[in-house]
């Protein structure tokens, strides 16, 4: 082959990847084979063309990465960008810039390389799919025993109970729940019980006709009201006072209530769903929570573990947030750094989902560049002294050991009980301790 243009050609042809070349202009001067495979542009078509003209990407007219690489000398790696094809069809592809120079140094153009994302990000859509649930993430076996029961739980007009400490997601499980129900039509309406005094709570809830007291010149309606045809979700149901524990009491048996100034009758037309971050039992033998009030809202019971207890769900939880402020925000942050990433999966997590959360609208908010790294996190969850890790290095397999030793210590060492509540045959628990060289007295 004695033609050096041919043989640069061809060699550029046996690339999986696409590439393109540009002159000062913006013009294509080289346009390979894959190039035409991604873009659906033929060599032809391509060559002497402006690249916008042919590269039609997301970022083109506004933030060139091939037009950075020229000014400023330095090639970029793997930024993920959209393109549409030439059949008009959106098309996610990672890109690498760099510049091209003479033999003499001269700078003569750029060049670009860009690899098909369509079958990575298909399966990665498809994993995401396979561990949500409406707005819940997770892959955890607890949460998916959950998922499994709630669609039952939905369709049932039986009182709800959900059960878990705070931030961890007891609302997103009441809205899962009136989703799945007939009632889904109408509206869910939040209380939170713990937020306001004795007074306006009852007012909340049952409404007052005017005249009720000083300052009530016209009709209200309560939550019941506003719930009708659909569910009232009670957070924080065991923070109520003794009354409205009785008043909510008669509610759930006659199916009735009284709006404040009047003694007529109201027909309760909702689902209740009910949620504490409060041990009840402990209530009711301290004579704090009525016990036929438990049992009349304890019908089906959903029991939410906390975070430590779920730490593989992190990763999912943390591209979940991301991705949804990406859209909210208009920006494209990639995701965590490794370390920023052990971070998290080191951490004790004491707020939950909600604390997770607000951790990564911070980071969001403090990064500036694609990935977000330890400077963007709080100091407390950032070790001053970072300890190797064990497990060659891998935060995940790390947190499982942890979770497994909590697990045990939870039950006192037991295996038997420990792996009943892991939901795992007890040689299954045997041989998750050896492997994470989790041992328990």
């Not at 390979?32 to 002497?48: D, H, P, V």
């Not at 939870?410 to 795992?424: K, P, S, V």
Request: contains cysteine; aromatic residues 6%.
């Amino acid at each position: 082959m004695n033609n050096p243009s041919q043989a640069i050609e061809t060699i550029l042809d046996s690339i999986a990847d696409g590439v393109f070349t540009v002159d000062h202009q913006w013009r294509i001067t080289s346009w390979n084979a894959a190039a035409e495979r991604i873009t659906g542009f033929g060599r032809e078509q391509a060559l002497g063309q402006y690249c916008y003209d042919v590269f039609r990407s997301n970022v083109c007219q506004s933030d060139c990465l091939l037009r950075q690489t020229l000014e400023h000398g330095k090639p970029l790696i793997d930024r993920r960008i959209d393109i549409v094809t030439a059949g008009g069809e959106d098309k996610p592809i990672s890109i690498s810039t760099a510049v091209l120079r003479d033999r003499d140094g001269e700078l003569i153009g750029g060049a670009e390389t860009f690899r098909d994302l369509s079958a990575i990000e298909s399966l990665r859509k498809q994993l995401r799919k396979q561990y949500t649930f409406r707005d819940i993430v997770s892959k955890n076996h607890r949460i998916e025993q959950i998922f499994d029961i709630l669609p039952d739980v939905g369709q049932s007009e039986s009182t709800a109970l959900i059960l878990g400490p705070s931030g961890s997601g007891k609302e997103l499980f009441a809205r899962a729940i009136h989703d799945l129900s007939p009632r889904r039509e109408g509206p869910f309406v939040a209380v939170n019980c713990a937020a306001l005094p004795d007074n306006l709570l009852e007012s909340e809830l049952f409404g007052y006709v005017a005249g009720a007291f000083t300052d009530a010149r016209r009709d209200k309606p309560g939550r019941f009201d506003l719930a009708a045809g659909g569910t009232l979700f009670l957070d924080e149901i065991g923070d109520l006072s003794a009354a409205l524990q009785s008043k909510l009491l008669r509610v759930l048996e006659q199916r009735t209530y009284q709006p404040l100034g009047t003694s007529s009758e109201k027909k309760a037309d909702v689902r209740i769903v009910a949620a504490t971050n409060r041990d009840l039992r402990q209530l009711i033998s301290i004579g704090r929570f009525r016990d036929d009030l438990y049992y009349r809202l304890n019908v089906v019971s959903i029991e939410l573990p906390p975070l430590s207890e779920r730490i593989e769900d992190v990763p999912l939880l943390v591209e979940h947030f991301i991705e949804r402020l990406n859209l909210n925000q208009g920006r494209e942050i990639r995701g965590l750094s490794a370390r920023a990433m052990e971070a998290l999966m080191r951490y004790s997590w004491p707020g939950n989902v909600r604390e997770l959360q607000n951790i990564i609208e911070r980071a969001f908010v403090m990064c500036r560049d694609e990935l977000i790294d330890l400077q963007h996190l709080p100091r407390d969850i950032v070790p001053e002294q970072p300890t190797e890790p064990e497990h060659e290095g891998d935060p995940l397999k790390q947190a499982q050991a942890q979770a497994l030793h909590r697990a045990l210590a939870a039950h006192e060492g037991h295996r038997q009980r420990t792996a009943d509540a892991l939901g795992i045959h007890k040689t299954t628990l045997l041989r998750k301790m050896k492997k994470f060289g989790v041992s328990y007295p």
